[in-house]
């Protein structure tokens, strides 16, 4: 992604869509002496709806049952020419609740005064150094599985887990390796597909976005349980779900993601999406997915309806 002066220029001179890297890397730990240790009321995390990045943040803030440690902020879906910020005109919220900022440039420019990197969500802010810890949705859902367990209920803490966390040890490197395809191809490769400027990027991109896709299903049709990796959700249904919830809705129309559709082309990966979203029983909290899931921003008209009917 080039730094320049047009917020939606996406793609570099060849035609591709590079992700930048994200700026804040800090990590919240356990770890006795940590700079930023686990407190509740401490760090507050800002998202909008819309961002599937941000979106694994906010499935995983209610999976581990972090409510009431770690405040909301919740932007609006539309970026504005300087950026993300806030109008409170899709019931979200009017301004910052923390400095009354109205754009979230602001509260980079708080954290790192002159910042003229990217201004992203999701972003995870420490009330007490004011500043941001970190602004990488796979190393905030990481840290909200994991450190924040000595302050949640018993049931929520990985230990609880039916299988160990939601990375448990015996199947980390299966998922990692699992993640990291994924997130080249799916998660990030719908944006290098919808971003191309040229030809020659956009048919690379879309094409291994659909090879990708024919994988996740070859891999569902292989999986013992209902989920990617077993009977219970994992990081890689995490990271992956966003991706799909807004696929035919979407990235079909609007990142030209178009050689097939999830509901009509994906039946493994369709019964699981709808699997995730429709699920009410605890161990997504009653429906975390669902909750984490909005349709209402502007996309095209169809397909109707947005998700299709639980049992069909
Ligand atoms: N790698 C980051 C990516 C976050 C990201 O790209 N967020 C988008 C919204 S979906 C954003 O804030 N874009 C604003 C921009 O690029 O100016 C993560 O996973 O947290």
Not at 71 to 94: K, N, Q, R, S
Not at 246 to 270: G, Q, S
Not at 273 to 280: A, E, G, H, K, W
């Amino acid at each position: 992604m080039s730094n320049n002066n047009d917020i939606k220029a996406f793609a570099d001179a060849d035609g591709h869509f590079r992700r930048q890297k994200s700026t804040f890397r800090d990590h919240i730990s356990r770890e006795p002496g940590a700079e930023f240790p686990p407190e509740k009321d401490r760090y507050v995390l800002y998202i909008n709806w819309g961002c599937p990045w941000a979106n694994r943040t906010a499935i995983v803030r209610m999976l581990k049952g972090l409510e009431f440690i770690i405040e909301l902020v919740v932007m609006d879906y539309e970026m504005f020419p300087d950026g993300w910020g806030y109008t409170g005109a899709h019931g979200t919220m009017p301004k910052d609740p923390l400095y009354g900022f109205t754009r979230h440039r602001q509260l980079y420019e708080k954290a790192s005064p002159g910042y003229t990197g990217r201004v992203l969500v999701p972003t995870l802010w420490d009330r007490k150094t004011e500043t941001i810890v970190n602004n990488e949705s796979s190393e905030i859902i990481r840290m909200f599985f994991t450190e924040f367990d000595g302050l949640v209920e018993e049931k929520y803490r990985e230990a609880a887990h039916p299988q160990g966390g939601y990375l448990p040890e015996s199947s980390k490197e299966k998922i990692e390796v699992f993640n990291a395809w994924v997130y080249d191809d799916i998660n990030n490769g719908v944006y290098k597909t919808g971003f191309a400027t040229s030809q020659e990027a956009y048919d690379e991109n879309v094409e291994k976005l659909f090879a990708a896709l024919d994988r996740v299903e070859a891999h569902l049709e292989k999986s013992e349980g209902k989920f990617l990796f077993g009977n219970h959700v994992t990081e890689a249904d995490i990271r992956l779900f966003p991706s799909i919830a807004r696929f035919d809705v979407a990235y079909y129309t609007l990142f030209k993601c178009n050689l097939k559709m999830i509901r009509h082309d994906y039946p493994k990966i369709e019964r699981w999406y709808r699997n995730l979203y429709y699920d009410d029983n605890e161990y997504t909290r009653g429906g975390a997915f669902r909750r984490a899931t909005y349709f209402d921003h502007v996309v095209p008209k169809g397909p109707v309806p947005d998700i299709l009917p639980q049992d069909t």
